[in-house]
């Protein structure tokens, strides 16, 4: 298994641009999750994914947006770059909610936004 | 709104000696969770705790839960170098749809 992916590693953006960061899981997990993680800040929730055509606002929603076609992907996109974004991005996913299970996370992509 | 706060956020130790992490949180939950982060990677599982009173050990590691404080510990015995990294906790509410994370703690540990 290759567990979580992330692409691309790193990106680097002018202000305004969009863009798509891809996640694919291969564990069949039905929850997905979206993370940034700034100094200091520990990791903060996007959005996330309950399953294949759900997903719903965590705690730093605007700017992002997601969608959910599929089990195993959970692309992020950034509709209008903003300096603001400048972060790295983690996805993670686990096979339910309720607990037992921990959420195992993707590599990461750092983005910069200029 | 959910809080959660880690201290020490840095720490330094030397090799061979004790230190437990604390992770404090705001509202009733029973699911708590300790990960590992090496600079420039990823997140690695390290504990889950999902009842009061569970302890978990693995190595030189050993995390409690006190539902009731809403306290848990991450209890470092013996410090060696490998153990060096940021240790994050995070707390479940309503389910694992939503965790929020502490801002971690930065562990050295000098030879």
């Known amino acids: 298994n290759a567990g979580v992916t992330q692409t691309p590693k790193f990106q680097v953006l002018k202000t305004g641009q969009s863009m798509t960061l891809q996640c694919a899981q291969d564990?069949?997990?039905?929850?997905m999750s979206w993370y940034r993680q700034d100094p200091g800040m520990g990791l903060r929730l996007i959005h996330y994914?309950?399953?294949?055509?759900?997903?719903d606002q965590g705690e730093v929603p605007n700017g992002y947006n997601v969608s959910r076609s599929t089990t195993e992907d959970f692309p992020l996109r950034l509709l209008s770059a903003a300096p603001s974004q400048t972060s790295v991005y983690f996805c993670?996913?686990?096979?339910?909610?309720?607990?037992?299970?921990?959420?195992?996370f993707g590599p990461g992509t750092r983005l910069t936004v200029l | 709104e959910l809080k959660v706060e880690q201290n020490p956020l840095f720490l330094s130790m030397q090799e061979g000696k004790n230190y437990t992490i604390y992770c404090n949180y705001s509202?009733?939950?029973?699911?708590l969770y300790w990960y590992r982060q090496d600079p420039g990677k990823s997140l690695e599982s390290l504990f889950v705790?999902?009842?009061?009173?569970a302890v978990k050990q693995e190595g030189r590691l050993m995390a409690s839960l006190d539902t009731k404080a809403r306290l848990s510990t991450l209890h470092i015995t013996a410090a060696v170098h490998d153990l060096s990294a940021t240790y994050f906790c995070?707390?479940?509410?309503?389910?694992?749809?939503?965790?929020?994370f502490g801002k971690g703690t930065l562990l050295t540990v000098n030879p």
């Open positions: 994914s309950v399953g294949a055509g759900i997903t």
């Open positions: 993670a996913s686990s096979y339910e909610g309720g607990g037992a299970d921990t959420q195992y």
């Open positions: 509202t009733t939950s029973d699911r």
């Open positions: 995070a707390v479940g509410t309503g389910s694992n749809y939503k965790l929020t």
């Open positions: 705790l999902l009842s009061n009173g």
């Open positions: 564990m069949n997990h039905e929850y």
